[in-house]
């Protein structure tokens, strides 16, 4: 299994330092939960079906014509693979390590590029993947450049695979909307942005052929009956998405302040976390840890990822313990 952020209760044993006394910036996850609606009996004592709304009402998010809800994005990314004869696949890297692992487990051939080699590649490869925007380093591929390498990909039947979790909270620059075109293929993440991570959804847009194709591997009843009428009830609340929008971005203004004032400017991020690069970022994971503050250590590039902090008392506890960080290493 690969290494995640979220791993909360194995710091509180590794540090020994109680659960509730942890700061947990280690996911990028929205630390604003939306309010859990009433859930109704039925949604719990019955199988779930698939026209009781929430396609209609993803589709309308997401501004997609077809999609299909999973389990977490993450089952589409170990599906997908097996779709498709070994081939040659780029991954966009840094990213998030579960794609290229699924790739070579499905036993295609993986390079990792970077966006110069992707573009003078692409030619060679049946697949491209990215995280866009890019986890962990917040890097962000135009939808011009996208819809570029989907169409000199999609002449030859290859795929471009386009992993948007961190998407909602900049909706303008989203390729949802094209994922009907044949070789497109969009991952979409529910928890993230909607802070509600433990109910486990994903939409993958795509053309419905493949759809229907991931859906016989997936089988019946991949999403739950409290979780399809949970995720209903937030993608309805328009009002809401906006005021996420906001406050996000106004907590990751905060933070990449807060890291440029300490002397660690991040290298990039997006508006669910802050990423920083440093040939000491192993130490600074550990300094905070042992302040009882979890953040996500990155080997290759060393780095680490910061997720937003809730209020303003979070701010001023990391404040704190990065300007000690700071007098320590000066």
């Known amino acids: ?125 049946d697949v491209l993947v990215l995280v866009n925007p890019n986890n962990p380093t917040g890097r962000r591929v135009s939808r011009e450049r996208l819809l570029a390498w989907h169409a000199r990909l999609a002449e030859r039947g290859g795929w471009l695979l386009v992993d948007e979790a961190f998407m909602d909270n900049t909706p303008e620059h989203s390729v949802t909307d094209c994922a009907e075109r044949p070789g497109l293929i969009v991952l979409r993440s529910f928890g993230k942005f909607f802070g509600l991570a433990g109910v486990r959804l994903g939409c993958v847009v795509a053309e419905p052929s493949l759809l229907q194709r991931l859906a016989e591997l997936l089988g019946p009843w991949t999403v739950s009956g409290p979780t399809r009428v949970l995720a209903q009830a937030c993608f309805a609340d328009h009002a809401a998405h906006q005021a996420q929008i906001e406050r996000c971005a106004l907590a990751s203004e905060r933070l990449a302040a807060l890291l440029q004032g300490c002397g660690l400017a991040p290298s990039g991020g997006c508006d669910l976390f802050q990423y920083v690069r440093s040939a000491q970022a192993a130490h600074l994971h550990d300094f905070l840890a042992r302040r009882g503050i979890l953040v996500r250590l990155f080997e290759q590039p060393a780095a680490v990822r910061l997720g937003l902090p809730a209020n303003a008392a979070d701010e001023q506890r990391l404040a704190r313990a990065l300007a000690d960080y700071q007098k320590e290493t000066a």
């Not at 109680?18 to 019955?46: K, N, T, V």
């Not at 051939?109 to 080699?117: F, I």
């Open 1 to 125: 299994m690969l290494e995640h952020g979220g791993r909360l209760l194995r710091a509180v044993r590794q540090y020994a330092i109680a659960r509730e006394d942890w700061l947990d910036l280690s996911s990028g996850i929205a630390p604003w939960s939306y309010p859990i609606p009433p859930i109704p009996l039925d949604a719990w004592a019955r199988l779930p079906e698939t026209d009781d709304g929430l396609e209609d009402a993803a589709r309308r998010y997401y501004r997609a014509t077809q999609l299909l809800p999973v389990a977490g994005s993450q089952a589409a990314i170990q599906a997908l693979p097996t779709l498709r004869p070994a081939g040659r696949v780029g991954v966009l890297s840094p990213c998030y390590a579960e794609h290229p692992q699924a790739w070579r487990r499905a036993g295609h051939e993986v390079v990792e590029l970077d966006e110069t080699q992707a573009e003078t590649e692409l030619d060679s490869l």
